[in-house]
């Protein structure tokens, strides 16, 4: 009665009354027996519900059912239609006192056919529909708090309390849940991975978005979906470059620039395609999906060259941009263009914040040609996700890079670490002006090499 005080009484006067109905049927004095109980049952139950007949709103209580499951307007209507009954049931049970011990059954029988009259269409269907759907609200009820409880059980680390695993094979996770609990907050993408301050949702994190912490075994283990990977398509020869000036894009004096010279130089390039395609002899090549980050001309690196374009600023790596740009459509390449960091970011699919968290899913690219501008800004982006993709990144390195200064540990270890160093790439991940010696991982100089 706690829960649904208005519809639990208005099942109980309607049931109250259905017996005093039919048990007059019974006999005289039983009539006269079983309505005076059923009165004053009715009037306990009133009164110990006292105020439930209030002007309250259905919707003040948390617990009480919405007008679109017991029928709003019409339980409220059963329930008037209940009082008058009991009204007139009063009226009659004080002409049954003044009767006394009379034999006069004509009143009696005048009470029987006046409790017969005051039945209303189709009261009995409605209390029973009312009836069924407290029934279904109570199963659904009983559902809900079925899932909050296992939701419960599992934050509350029913299963193992969410300690900390002591694997061998993982002996940074104590290391990682402690710099969790400290420093969680400091980027928005691991709340955007589930991560709310428990030790279980760090478990979680560190088990199945990174790898530092084994996989638990009160999780739901299921087998992530493989992506298929895209199907391979042959790469054409383009001699059309009107696709390309609109990747290109404008605002800037330096695509301005890249464009101007892209076009001056479109038919030497169309012209290069077809003695290309001749001599390979429509050899089948396979369509790459290539991102090409002009990290150097974004408004996050500052973009120095743009405003100098016209001034007699440097423009050799613009005239090495448009080139490349210009190679890669003809060559039939699927090609995304990004100078910006917004762009960069949108292209990569990373998880929103300030690149802490790796990406989950592939990358979409095969190769990524960017400069040392965009190189620092897909660190910032992708987070760990960069070591993993590091081989598909083809970095635009004007003039070269010593190996002293691309390898990690002996560029901080002998002072050389730099912005343009320390990356720790393969030589041949370094489009550069100069040949580059495999081998010994070195620069050629004119010596090393016979330009005949």
Known sequence: TG???????????????????????????????????????????????GGQFSAKRPGDSPFTMRAE????????????????????????????????NTTDTHRLDELSSALDRIQPIGLVERIQAIAQNMSDMAVRVEQILQRSMANNRVRDGAFGQCEIPKDPRYPDCPSKMDWMRARWTSDPCYAFY?????????????????????PLAWRNQTTTPTLKP??????????????????VGTGKESLSFMKRRIRRLAAQWASAARRLDDKLRNRWREQKRILVHV???TEESGDVFSPKVLKGGPLGEMVQWADILTALHVLGHNLKISFSLKELHGFLGVPPGRGSCPLTGPLPFDLIYTDYHGLQQMKQLMGLSLRKHKCHIRVIDTFGTEPAYNHEEYATLHGYRTNWGYWNLHGQQYMTMFRIDNEQNRLLTPKDVSFN
């Open 3 to 49: 829960l649904f005080p208005k519809h639990f009484l208005s099942l109980s006067l309607a049931f109250g009354l259905m017996s005093q109905i039919a048990l007059l049927s019974v006999s005289l004095s039983c009539r006269i027996f079983v309505v005076g109980i059923g009165f004053f049952s009715l009037c306990f139950l009133m009164t110990s519900l």
């Open 295 to 297: 990290g150097f001309l």
């Open 194 to 214: 589930g991560v709310d301050g428990s030790d279980c949702s760090f478990l979680i994190y560190l088990s199945e978005v990174e790898w530092f912490c084994p």
């Open 230 to 247: 895209p199907p391979k398509r042959q790469a054409v020869f383009q001699s059309d470059i009107g696709a390309l000036l609109e990747q």
């Open 69 to 100: 499951v017991l029928g709003g307007q019409e339980s409220r209507g059963v329930l008037r239609k209940i009082c008058d009954m009991l009204e007139v049931i009063m009226k009659r049970m004080d002409v049954l006192s003044k009767l006394g």
